[in-house]
């Protein structure tokens, strides 16, 4: 895999605190925090989506019209 793949330091450090958080977590709790995590991500593809729609003039009146 490419090396711009991989995870930075800070990256690594930010996946060992998500383990500890998770840990401890019942069932039930993780399953509600995956559920919220997949929503955010979902939410922040529609961010990436809209951005990108108005970086790129698609998001204008006579685009939508066509």
Do not use: C
Not at 38 to 64: A, I, V
């Amino acid at each position: 895999m490419s090396r711009s793949f991989d995870l930075s330091l800070e990256q690594q450090f930010n996946v060992r605190s998500f383990e500890h958080q998770i840990k401890d977590m019942s069932h039930e709790q993780t399953q509600e925090f995956l559920v919220n995590l997949y929503r955010q991500m979902m939410l922040q593809e529609n961010s990436y989506k809209n951005l990108l729609k108005h970086q790129w003039g698609m998001d204008t009146p006579e685009q939508q019209a066509a």
